[in-house]
């Protein structure tokens, strides 16, 4: 995607959470690998943390008129959360007050799927080593895209077949904002 914006002249700033190289990102990190422990809601909260600790940059990139690309945002700790069986009330209160898209695209594939594909690249995390959890994840986040009105793309379809559906969708909201502030 960023390299379509970038092609496009499109000002923009990718930012990819959790940011491992922060200092509550390291922790997180260290939890991943599982090196220290935290409970279900302090998970969530060094989460939230780690996006605070980048909130400058995401309002400066708006400020400046870039499109911000945000990976795994609020909308996954909810999705997380859920999963664990934390009140998706408390969830999204500890995510208020931080910059909220204006567009959310769920590529959604079934967990096996996407675990197969993963585990090719790389070594499964803590999370994800969890097919039930997994399926739990998943069924949060198709919860939360029906409730919040998201885009959703078969995420089982190539990747050349994907990047031309989220383009679809990322170029025409660029283009009804732009038509909104002119």
Known sequence: MEKRLRESGVRRRVIHFPDYETPVGRLIKAFFLQRIYFDARGVRLLFTANRWERVSQIERAL??????????????????????????????????GLPQPSLTILIDIPPREALKRKGRVKKLDRYEKNVKYIERVRSAYLDLAKEKGWKMVNGTRSRGELEEEIWTYVSRHISRVAARTR
């Open 63 to 96: 400020r400046r008129g870039a499109v911000v690309i945000l990976d795994r945002y609020s909308s996954s700790n909810i999705a997380y959360g859920v999963a664990d069986d934390l009140e998706k009330r408390w969830l999204e209160d500890i995510e208020s």
